[in-house]
């Protein structure tokens, strides 16, 4: 199943909500490029909900953790909703 990814705003923070597999080549490039753009915007708080995800690779996992450099040095956070041991 390809990553299916929304945003939606709570307050102050974005909420990126994903169903799917996060994989090289596929999902991992669509992580990274709502993350980048939210960023680019000015969102300095993002919550990344994985209720949805079935699989998430290294490559995920290392926009994951870009994403959350990238933010702190910017005083954001980048927080994780709903992590499964499946994941």
């Known amino acids: 199943m390809p990553l299916i990814l929304t945003t939606r705003h709570i307050s102050d923070a974005v909420v990126v909500d994903l169903a799917g597999r996060i994989v090289l080549g596929d999902g991992s490039g669509i992580l990274r490029d709502t993350l980048r753009s939210l960023g680019e915007k ?9 209720g ?11 926009e994951l953790v870009a994403a959350f450099v990238t933010l702190t040095n910017k005083r954001g956070q980048l927080k994780l909703l709903n992590p499964t ?3």
């Open 42 to 50: 000015g969102h300095r708080k993002i919550l990344v909900n994985f």
């Open 52 to 62: 949805g995800v079935a699989y998430i690779d290294s490559a995920g996992l290392g």
């Open 85 to 87: 041991e499946r994941v």
